[in-house]
């Protein structure tokens, strides 16, 4: 708990623009994205499907396929990972930086058995002998509640559950300073979702690194994490403390997205997703937003704090609060007070 | 998608599990060998009643053959008792399926050889060109396949594809009758027909190589570069391996799956390739002996040849099944699940 | 209610771009254009022989034998004095004749066969598709060989071999999509309504069809060009005087070390026909794919 008061900068992403070139024209995933992760913390970051969250897990790492443009600063204690070299890159992937990626089920090479490609790790990044290594797969199965009998078994013999549980051994193995976990639990039942969460929180806190939750689900995300994000249609939307976003939300797309929870109405979201390509002008939420103001369609608000640490991308906001600072988000570098004992709230 | 139940998560696995699945593994080889046996037994049906699109009597053909043109009625009428062509169609097809039961493929109408003798004397220089034809093929396609895959030089790539084009759209026999000109006709280097010495086989089976590593080389790129665009591939990359431990560990053995089994197809192409080129080139195989035999109008040698081909190819295939499943744990066990 | 508007003129606009980029694609992708452009220049040639031929194929004068290129014989004359231009112009006739005739025979019969197989299931199934398995286990052209061998030399007897051997190709490829496509919701939802089978078949299932099986059918008119100058280079398809590729280039060996032309000249018209058939039907592939092809950016 006392870490959270020294709790420096670990990863911070400045004014990052990540752009596609497809043949239906140029696909804007990410445009001007800021935020920084301190260590030991958790951070969320929610939107619907499309909306370049995966993009940006997938870029801090330069994971991207090659018709992708980066552009802007992502330093990782103090470098920046888009001026490193492909090799400097690799001693940074699985050691420093791990990730999940999303769906489990296809991110294990089918023909390999699972304890092979764990103990593969071992064997690369620390130079174990095989044994050694099996050995240690074994024992990481066995933490995150496998069976140790079914390292021989191959992808498609486990469940999706199961999988998952694997994949976070996987990304954990080298314990990095960082986790990127994005969509953990999707396409999971409730009860494993759970049990899920629970573990990888546990795996973060015990090694205390910092992780990055990309999720669409706004449940799993109040549930864990410190601070978070809401990204909509490429940009940051809203970003802040978890409670104070969950409780006072200041724009009209996380207020929709809130109001979705079952708890809370299960009201949709109206409207379709915008497209990246040619995204709507002014405010990019605007057709969908029923707080609608006539500057709406023609002005892009600027993401501007309205309480402490509490920034909205939005004018309605702006219009209706009186204690706007006039001031654009950048990297605010005061640290937030007691974000690793809020932890697993609710779990 | 099916969700796993809770449950169904935390369960250990007991010996009795991994017994289910070893016998599913038996239990797909037999599957497949069941399946054979239904592909020979209609190949024997397909190549018994093939016979009869030859036009007139049969046994007036082979009375033909055998007395020449001046016949009587007598003569036809002892063929025909002699040869079982009296009985109806399907009991001659029964007869015919026992004495194949007993290796007895009949006697050549022509030279009164025996059918399986025969063949299986030109089985060997059938073998020794159709294995040459498919090292040469593989040792053409794998290095190009998997270089135009990482080619990052369009140019170069664009060559490669290019070239790969032209195998695909070259008929062996052209092919062929271009490399007897270049390498015999005009360069001297190395014969242009014959058996026997390593020289004699270079041609042949370059014509055979050739025509069959295009298709193979475009197979392995496309394959390769399927694979290098999985996510195992980018959650390899995400465990920080470098580019050899990828491609080599992750990538190889997932791309060159779909190039095995395609090597038993392939072997299908040789055998229908070997046919022409033993041709051109007057190789002693099974595939001159089938042309020369339709010349001849010599029907139980063609039968003989026919059936002899198919059932190899069958049987080469289904090894080629069993490879693959050894080699790709999914396989396996799909038919159980 | 704007918004909505909105959003379909959108999804109309770009579902239209769609369609133009697909076309563009396929103009981009010079060599498919290129082989579209040889299949149509031989198809005129077919057409037209008798007017662009410069010679009678037929005409043999013996004291004009083996000639090399000349003013009256472009592609100078063979070994009985006959114009090779005009005999390879007549080639196409044959070579594009046998390959339209089998595709267009094969195709039918083959994508009939597998729709029904597909959609029907059950012992017809079962049956057609060992069937399939059989006459696929007879490697490439051995059993168009004996075929043709049997019936004897000559242009019915080739189509008649190839297109009992070819069908089996179209029959698995549509029984393919017909099970992936009897499983989509649209064939669900259509089938709810309880239209007729033959219905849902012909509206539903076989329109969705369609497009692997033009490509097919385009690779499919190159493999048999290959194989009927292949039975006719063995002597067992059209035989001479008739002017075909590959018994021209039979014809030709005897000569082949000193009037190598006599071979070169169907060689090339048959590799060159083969490979504009396969640039277009890549062409058509990547043209027609455009629309399964999807940037998904959260994948």
């Known amino acids: 708990m006392s870490i959270s008061f020294l709790s420096t900068q670990l990863l911070s992403v400045e004014n990052l623009n990540v752009s596609f070139k497809t043949s239906k024209g140029l696909v804007k995933a990410n445009e001007n994205i800021s935020f920084e992760i301190k260590e030991g913390e958790i951070f969320g970051l929610i939107g619907e499907t499309g909306c370049g969250k995966t993009t940006l897990g997938k870029a801090l790492l330069r994971l991207l396929s090659n018709n992708a443009r980066i552009e802007g600063r992502i330093v990782y204690r103090g470098k920046n990972i888009l001026s490193l070299s492909e090799k400097e890159m690799r001693s940074l992937r699985g050691k420093e930086i791990g990730i999940m990626l999303q769906d489990s089920s296809i991110c294990f090479n089918p023909v390999l058995s699972v304890g092979s490609q764990i103990a593969e790790i071992y064997r690369y990044h620390e130079g174990m002998k095989k044994k050694d290594a099996e050995k240690k797969a074994s024992e990481m199965l066995e933490l995150v509640g496998i069976d140790s009998s079914r390292k021989s078994e191959y992808p498609h013999q486990f469940s999706g559950g199961m999988l998952q549980r694997v994949m976070m051994v996987v990304a954990l193995a080298l314990k990095p300073r960082l986790l990127i976990a994005d969509e953990p639990t999707k396409g999971l039942d409730p009860d494993i979702k759970l049990q899920i969460l629970e573990i990888i929180a546990k795996l973060v806190k015990k090694e205390n690194s910092s992780m990055l939750l990309i999720t669409h689900d706004l449940d ?8 978070t994000a809401v990204m909509y249609a490429g940009e940051i939307v809203e970003i802040g403390k978890t409670a104070t976003v969950i409780s006072d939300p200041k724009h009209p797309y996380t207020f929709a997205l809130l109001h979705s929870l079952p708890e809370k109405g299960l009201m ?42 509490h920034f909205a991308r939005c004018l309605f906001s702006e219009k209706n609060s009186k204690n706007v600072k006039r001031e654009p988000h950048l990297i605010p570098d005061t640290p937030s007070p007691g974000c690793a004992e809020v932890g697993i709230r609710h779990c | 998608m099916e969700y796993p139940k809770a449950s169904e998560v935390k369960r250990p696995i007991s010996e009795n599990d991994r017994n289910i699945r070893r016998i599913s593994m038996w239990k797909y080889i037999a599957n497949r060998l069941a399946m054979v046996l239904i592909v020979i037994a209609g190949v024997t049906l397909v190549s018994f009643f093939a016979m009869y699109l030859a036009p007139g009597d049969p046994a007036e053909l082979i009375a033909l053959e055998r007395y020449g043109q001046d016949l009587d009625k007598s003569q036809i009428e002892s063929v ?30 022509i ?37 135009s895959a990482f080619q990052k030089n369009i140019l170069l790539d664009n060559c490669c594809a290019f070239f790969s084009l032209i195998g695909i759209s070259i008929p062996n026999f052209w092919l062929g009758i271009l490399l007897i000109w270049l390498f015999s006709l005009t360069l001297h280097i190395f014969p242009s027909y014959g058996y026997g010495s390593l020289s004699h086989l270079t041609l042949p089976a370059l014509t055979l190589g050739i025509s069959m590593s295009s298709i193979t080389a475009r197979l392995t790129r496309a394959s390769l570069m399927e694979v290098m665009e999985k996510e195992y591939i980018l959650a390899a990359r995400a465990r920080g391996f470098d580019e050899y431990t990828v491609v080599l560990r992750h990538a190889l053995k997932n791309a060159l799956l779909p190039v095995v089994t395609f090597a038993g197809m392939q072997l299908g192409y040789l055998l229908g390739g070997a046919v022409i080129v033993e041709t051109i080139f007057s ?53 159980y699940d | 209610m704007t918004c909505m508007t909105e959003n379909i003129k959108m999804t109309e606009k770009s579902s239209m771009n769609e369609k133009r980029l697909s076309l563009w694609e396929f103009g981009k992708n010079r060599l498919a254009l290129f082989g579209i452009l040889f299949i149509a220049i031989l198809c005129f040639l077919a057409l037209f022989a008798p007017y662009i031929s410069p010679n009678d194929p037929f005409a043999q004068k013996l004291d004009k034998r083996l000639l090399g290129p000349c003013h009256e014989y472009p592609l100078g004359t063979d070994e ?14 044959i070579s594009l004749g046998i390959g339209i005739l089998v595709v267009a025979a094969t195709s039918i019969a083959g994508t009939s066969l597998g729709l029904l197989s597909g959609y029907k299931g059950g012992l017809f199934d079962e049956i057609l598709m060992r069937g399939v398995d059989v006459m696929l286990a007879f490697p490439n052209i051995i059993l168009a060989l004996m075929i043709a061998g049997l019936l004897g030399p000559g242009f019915l007897s080739v189509v008649l071999s190839l297109s009992l051997t070819q069908w089996p190709v179209y029959a698995r490829l549509v029984r393919g999509q017909v099970l992936s496509l009897k499983k989509r919701d649209f064939v669900e939802a259509a089938r709810a309504l309880r239209p007729s089978n033959f219905y849902i078949m012909r509206k539903h299932i076989l329109p969705n069809c369609m497009e692997p099986v033009i490509v097919l059918g385009t690779l499919e008119i190159a493999h048999v060009i ?40 169907p060689g090339l018209m048959i590799m060159l026909t083969v490979f504009a058939l396969n640039f277009a039907a890549d062409g058509l592939r990547a043209s027609l794919g455009q629309y399964a092809k999807q940037e998904v950016l959260d994948r």
Request: net charge negative.
């Open chain 3, 226 to 265: 290959i194989f009927a100058s292949a039975l006719s280079f063995l002597g067992l398809g059209i035989q001479p005087p008739t002017p075909e590729w590959g018994s021209m280039l039979k014809s030709g060996i005897p000569y082949l070390r000193t009037y190598p032309h006599l071979c070169f000249v």
């Open chain 3, 80 to 93: 009985f004095g006959r114009c090779i231009f005009s005999r390879v112009i007549y080639g196409t006739r």
């Open chain 2, 111 to 147: 030279t009164s050889d025996d059918v399986l003798e025969e063949i299986l004397l030109k089985l060997p220089a059938t073998i020794e060109l159709t294995v040459a034809g498919l090292l040469i093929s593989l040792l053409i396609a794998l290095p190009i396949g998997v270089l």
């Open chain 1, 268 to 309: 949709n979201v109206s409207g379709q997703s915008p497209s990246l390509i040619f995204p709507p002008s002014g405010c990019r939420y605007h057709p969908r937003c029923s707080n609608q103001l006539v500057d709406c369609s023609k002005i892009h608000p600027t993401l501007l704090e309205h309480v402490d640490d």
């Open chain 2, 80 to 109: 025909r008792e002699a040869e079982g062509l009296d009985a109806p169609v399907y009991f001659q097809y029964f007869i015919w399926l026992d004495h194949l039961l007993h290796l007895d493929l009949g006697r050549s109408i």
């Open chain 1, 220 to 227: 799993v995300s109040t549930k864990l994490t410190d601070r």
């Open chain 2, 283 to 335: 190789w002693p195989g099974i595939g001159k002996l089938l042309v020369d035999s339709i010349f001849a109008r010599d029907f139980s040698m063609v039968q003989g040849c026919v059936l002899f081909i198919a059932v190899l190819f069958s049987l080469s295939s289904l090894a080629v099944d069993i490879l693959y499943a050894v080699l790709d744990p999914r396989i396996r066990y799909d038919m």
